[in-house]
C-alpha cells in the first residue's frame, strides 16, 4: 500500500493503541477494518465522528471499511465506560436506525462503487438472530475462560464499582458477542482489524483472542483515544444534549456554533481529527492562529470543514449568515431568510412573551409592545424615552413612537423581534 493508515492517524492524534505487528500488516496489501457503531438513536452524534474520520482514512489509504451496527448489542448494552445498562430496542426500531445511520456514513464512505475498497454495511443481529443459547455457549464460550473476562478493565470496573445494582450476566456476557463479531467477519469477510475507542480494548482484544483460538488466524487491535475537553467538560454534549448530525435534531447552525466556540487548545486538536487538511495545511493555519488569535481562524477553518462535511455548503452558508445577525448589522430581510428553526436557535433564551393574533388586527403600538403588553421595558415612560432616543428596533429596523406592529412585521408568520440598543432582545410569539 502506497499510503501509511497508522502513520496518518498518529500524527493526526488518533491513536491510543495499536497492537504490535498491525501497521506491517497493513502496508503489505488491502485489509479490511471494522468499527462498530451502536444504534440506539436514527442519528449519530458527533461522539461517534472520530469511529467515522477512521474508516474514511482507512478507505482512502485503499483498504476495505466495514461499519458494524450493533443490532444484537443494541437489544443487550455494553458495560464499557457505563456505570448503567442501557434501554434495549426492538427489532423494527433498529432497522429504522440503521437506514438512517447508514444514509449518514454515506456523506463520508463510498459504499456504492464498484471499487474493491468499497465500503459495506453489516449488522451483527444478522447473524447473531439464529444462534440458540446453547450453540453459543458450546461453540464460543468455552474457548474463554472467566479469569480472562473478568480481567478486563470495563468488567472490573463494574464489579467494583459502588452501584448497588451490580453487573448483569447480559453485560458481562458482551464481550463474548462483540468478539465474535470479530471472528465472524475475520471467517467471512477476511477482516483483519477491529478500531474503536480506548474504552473498547478489553472487547476488541477478546476478538483477537478468538481468532487465535477458533479462527486459527491472526486479528489486530487499534483504538483511539477517548476526546475530551480541555475545560473537563464533556465533548459532543451542550446544555440541550447531544450535538447530533442530523439536521432535525441539531440545527446546521447549532452544529456551526459548537465548533466555532471551540477553545484554542481544543481547536488545534480537533482540526487534525475532524478534518481531512494535510499536516502542511494544519501548520500553516496554526501558526497564523498563534499570530492573530483574536481572529480565530483555527475555529473558523474546523467549523466550515465539518458542517460541510456533515451537511453541505448551502448550509454552511446559511449557518454564517444566522451567525452575523446576533452581533453583525443585518436587517429584516435577513431575518426573513431564516427558517424558523434556525431563527429559534439564534435567539434561543431571550426572553418573550407570546400574544394573541388578535393584538395585530389593528396595529400593535409601540409603548403595548415593549411595556404594557410583554413587560419588555419597565414602564410606559421608559418605553417613550427609549423609542425617543431612537435605541428601539422591530425586526432590526429602527421604529419611532408612532410606528404600529402589524401582520406584516412577522417573521416565519409568527414571530416579531423587539430590540433595545446593540444586545438587548425581546421575542415576540404571534399565535
Not at 400 to 406: A, G, L, Q, V
Amino acid at each position: 500500500m502506497s499510503k501509511n493508515f497508522v502513520e496518518e492517524l498518529r500524527w493526526r492524534g488518533m491513536v491510543h493503541d495499536v497492537m504490535p505487528g498491525t501497521e506491517e500488516h497493513l502496508m503489505q496489501e488491502m485489509q479490511a477494518a471494522y468499527v462498530g457503531i451502536d444504534p440506539t438513536a436514527d442519528s449519530l452524534h458527533i461522539g461517534h465522528l472520530v469511529s467515522v474520520m477512521m474508516l474514511k482514512h482507512f478507505q482512502l489509504a485503499g483498504h476495505k471499511p466495514f461499519a458494524l451496527i450493533g443490532g444484537a448489542t443494541g437489544m443487550i448494552g455494553d458495560p464499557s465506560g457505563k456505570s448503567m445498562e442501557r434501554n434495549l430496542l426492538d427489532e423494527k426500531t433498529l432497522r429504522l436506525n440503521q437506514e438512517s445511520i447508514k444514509e449518514q456514513l454515506s456523506r463520508f464512505l463510498d459504499f456504492e462503487s464498484d471499487a474493491p475498497n468499497a465500503a459495506m454495511l453489516v449488522n451483527n443481529y444478522d447473524w447473531m438472530k439464529d444462534f440458540s443459547f446453547l450453540e453459543f455457549i458450546r461453540d464460543v464460550g468455552k474457548h474463554i475462560t472467566v479469569n480472562y473476562m473478568m480481567a478486563k478493565d470495563s468488567v472490573r470496573k463494574r464489579l467494583s464499582s459502588e452501584a448497588k445494582e451490580g453487573m448483569s450476566f447480559t453485560e458481562f456476557t458482551y464481550q463474548l458477542v462483540q468478539g465474535y463479531d470479530f471472528l465472524y467477519l475475520f471467517q467471512n469477510y477476511n477482516c483483519t482489524l477491529q478500531m474503536g475507542g480506548s474504552d473498547q480494548w478489553g472487547n476488541i482484544t477478546t476478538g483477537t483472542e478468538l481468532i487465535r483460538r477458533i479462527g486459527g488466524g491472526k486479528g489486530f487491535a487499534l483504538t483511539c483515544p477517548l476526546i475530551t475537553k480541555a475545560d473537563g467538560t464533556k465533548f459532543g454534549k451542550t446544555e440541550g444534549g447531544n450535538i447530533w448530525l442530523d439536521a432535525h435534531r441539531t440545527s446546521p447552525y447549532k452544529f456551526y456554533q459548537y465548533w466555532l466556540n471551540t477553545s484554542d487548545e481544543d481547536a488545534v486538536k480537533y482540526i487534525k481529527i475532524f478534518t481531512f487538511l494535510s499536516k502542511d495545511e494544519i501548520e500553516a493555519l496554526a501558526k497564523e492562529h498563534e499570530e492573530e488569535p483574536h481572529l480565530r481562524m483555527l475555529q473558523k477553518k474546523l467549523a466550515e470543514e465539518i458542517t460541510v462535511m456533515v451537511h453541505s455548503k448551502g448550509d454552511l452558508e446559511k449557518a454564517v449568515h444566522a451567525s452575523t445577525i446576533l452581533f453583525g448589522k443585518s436587517t429584516s430581510e435577513d431575518l426573513k431568510q431564516l427558517d424558523e428553526k434556525t431563527f429559534l436557535d439564534v435567539f434561543e433564551g431571550i426572553p418573550q412573551a407570546e400574544l394573541p393574533k388578535s393584538e395585530l388586527e389593528n396595529g400593535l403600538d409601540m409603548i403595548g409592545a415593549l411595556a404594557a403588553k410583554t413587560g419588555f421595558l419597565g414602564s410606559n415612560g421608559e418605553a417613550r424615552r427609549e423609542l425617543k432616543q431612537n435605541s428601539i428596533s422591530v425586526n432590526k429596523a429602527k421604529v419611532k413612537e408612532d410606528y404600529t406592529i402589524s401582520s406584516s412585521d412577522l417573521i416565519n408568520d409568527r414571530f416579531v423581534l423587539l430590540q433595545r440598543g446593540k444586545k438587548n432582545y425581546y421575542l415576540l410569539i404571534i399565535n
